[in-house]
């Protein structure tokens, strides 16, 4: 591919790729003491400001987060830009993201996409843009960024090796520097990676299982910035921000004072695994550091159904003792829950509802349980022919539901209507109003944090604002006004943190009318039985991914060994294990003397094919690069890329 000669400094665009902002649950509501009640986009775009961060200073960079700005349409006016990454976190953003990639190449630009949802599927992309990055960028975007200036590019970059998070640069924040206000959340990551497997996640493949974590000082260096440009608080976007114990608690020893010197502490947000409430030190380290809220995957309190998505950190004799205890110490989780699974009959949802109460957990997400391609789960109910999806869907651009999960123990309809009543349920004000009384009476611990004293006038201002802008019934009125009451009798420090729950249940009501708007016709369609069974083939063979754990050792060292630069070796390893698969393909059931000498072959064809001829080496080194090979999460990253790469074969 030819890329233009520019005559003047080559300018980029950053799209941040979100949904529609005309639908209103897609804008977070907060109630600022000041301010009152404010909308905001959820998170400032980390992913843009970092290949901000990466971009040399040849070029002119913008950013254009869709989310706050809104989705950029044939009349948005911009001006004239070379080349136009776009950033695409989730699936659902697939339709906006195909629009946005021939929207610029008929404006002439060189149009390139990235994000996780890329390096999941990039063969949902592949012919929408000119290049396609997969997995993480540190070293690609510059790689691209030269290639591109040289004349010329590749189709698709990929980066095997995960990089150390001191490679990734500080993020540029100054081309949404001005916005920072408008954000309910900034954006700070600590690690990257997830020590466990739940069968329904992808964390693993894209990241890997082995966390690489960022220095302590760049983490609140980071942070400072943050608070310097206003932002009220900061997600911590990790996938378990716990995952290291001792490294989260040297972040929060950082994090505490940091928080106390600012003449207003930022509240902070992440997501955690239940293994929290199992560390005292952990759970006063992130209360005092004045953590509002986290996101929990409990999913279940059922123990069958948490062994079925190999979510054994939650198997445990106490879990409801458990979340009690982690919201004794001020925090407030957002507890996420799936109803679907081949454990779950009808009667899951009362259960799920009665749990849900007694916990008082004071935010609350449903989903019904959906099967990520190429995960675990995925596999599994494809090779038992459960995988579908309707025929005809309702409303795309709207995020109606579609199942792609045959349940076990009720029908598809039954799964549907079931969660709507159960989430409407839970989102009613009586209920979340007891959940939201019931966590701030059950704080044993408060956090030490000095918190804004809030008069009753705050709060009648908030009562009387959320009135009129929520459309509250006089009942509902009266529920929120008597818990504000008791919560200002009881725990009056505790009131902005009332107030921010209540919040999040209107936003999680108003995103249920969304979801909730073409149900109808969704049921409808669903009663018909109209579905298409997915038949994509799995290619690589089930239990090859285990079988290559005591291999793969083998394969690193002989092309360490072998080839004349050892940088190569993700990239050599990566063709010898296509090949092998693709030779052998699903009949494959463990490694037998002929599959060994087949790897030999094809890992001496691929140090051929870059210049190199077999070597020796010492046994300790020999040693050190067998524990390397084990202890690097490349083998995770190239059992992924190999499903991908077939995967665009089709057929």
Not at 158 to 173: A, I, N, T
Not at 555 to 568: A, Q
Request: net charge negative; charged share 25%; glycine share 8%.
């Amino acid at each position: 591919m030819m890329a233009p000669s520019p005559e003047e400094r080559p300018r980029i665009l950053l799209v941040q790729c979100g949904p529609d902002r005309r639908h209103v649950d897609r804008e977070t509501e907060d109630f600022d003491a000041e301010r009152g009640l404010v909308k905001r986009a959820t998170m400032t775009p980390l992913a843009c400001a970092t290949l901000a961060a990466l971009t040399p200073a040849d070029f002119q960079v913008d950013i254009w987060d869709e989310e706050l700005h809104g989705q950029l349409r044939a009349d948005t006016e911009l001006g004239d830009y070379d080349i136009v990454g776009v950033s695409v976190m989730y699936s659902a953003l697939t339709y906006q993201a195909r629009f946005l990639g021939g929207l610029f190449r008929d404006r002439g630009a060189t149009v390139v996409a990235g994000g996780p949802a890329v390096s999941a599927a990039p063969e949902d992309y592949r012919g929408f843009f000119d290049a396609l990055f997969v997995n993480e960028a540190e070293r690609t975007w510059p790689r691209f960024l030269q290639d591109w200036l040289g004349g010329e590019y590749a189709p698709e970059y990929r980066q095997l090796e995960k990089p150390s998070l001191g490679e990734s640069p500080l993020p540029r924040w100054d081309a949404v520097a001005k916005d920072f206000p408008r954000y309910a959340w900034g954006s700070v990551q600590t690690t990257r990676g997830c020590p466990f497997d739940c069968s329904f996640c992808d964390v693993i493949y894209l990241y890997g299982r082995k966390q690489r974590h960022k220095p302590v000082e760049r983490v609140l260096e980071e942070v400072r910035t943050h608070a310097a440009l206003g932002a009220e608080g900061v997600f911590f976007a990790d996938d378990e921000f716990i995952g290291d114990a001792a490294y989260a608690k040297e972040v929060l020893a950082g994090l505490v004072p940091l928080n106390r010197a600012l003449p207003r502490p930022l509240r902070f947000f992440t997501q955690v695994t239940m293994n929290l409430s199992r560390d005292a030190a952990l759970l006063e380290g992130m209360a005092d550091a004045n953590f509002y809220t986290v996101v929990l995957g409990i999913e279940s309190f059922d123990a069958g159904a948490l062994k079925e998505a190999q979510k054994h950190q939650n198997v445990r004799a106490d879990l409801v003792g458990d979340l009690l205890r982690i919201q004794a110490h001020g925090i407030g989780p957002r507890g996420s829950f799936i109803v679907g699974f081949d454990q779950d009959t009808p009667a899951v949802f009362d259960s799920l509802h009665a749990n849900i109460q007694r916990t008082h957990l004071p935010w609350v997400v449903v989903a019904p349980l959906q099967a990520p391609r190429g995960t675990k789960l995925w596999t599994r109910l494809r090779a038992e022919g459960r995988l579908a999806t309707p025929r005809k869907t309702h409303a795309k651009d709207r995020g109606a539901i579609v199942l792609n999960v045959m349940p076990l123990g009720m029908t598809r309809p039954q799964l549907l209507e079931g969660f709507r009543d159960l989430v409407e349920r839970l989102s009613t004000w009586d209920a979340a109003c007891e959940r939201i009384r019931g966590f701030i009476a059950g704080i044993q611990r408060p956090p030490q944090v000095r918190e804004p004293h809030w008069p009753e006038a705050v709060t009648d201002r908030f009562l009387r604002e959320a009135t009129t802008a929520w459309a509250l019934t006089p009942p509902e009125r009266q529920a929120l006004g008597d818990t504000l009451a008791e919560v200002r009798r009881t725990a009056p420090a505790m009131l902005p943190r009332a107030v921010f729950f209540l919040a999040r249940n209107q936003n999680e009501r108003r995103r249920h009318e969304r979801l909730f708007t073409d149900f109808d016709a969704v049921l409808a369609t669903e009663r018909q039985g109209d579905l298409v069974p997915d038949t994509q083939p799995v290619y690589v063979p089930p239990g090859f991914a285990t079988a290559m754990r005591d291999v793969f050792p083998d394969l690193f060292v002989r092309l360490s060994r072998d080839l004349p630069d050892r940088r190569d070796v993700p990239e050599a390893s990566r063709d010898v294990l296509v090949d092998f698969v693709a030779r052998w393909g699903e009949g494959f059931q463990a490694f037998q003397p002929q599959h060994h000498e087949f790897l030999r072959e094809l890992c001496d064809r691929a140090v051929a094919a870059r210049g190199g001829q077999p070597g020796t080496l010492e046994v300790e080194e020999e040693q050190a690069l067998r524990t390397q090979a084990r202890r690097t999460g490349l083998l995770e990253a190239l059992l992924k890329d190999v499903r991908d790469e077939l995967a665009s074969w089709g057929p």
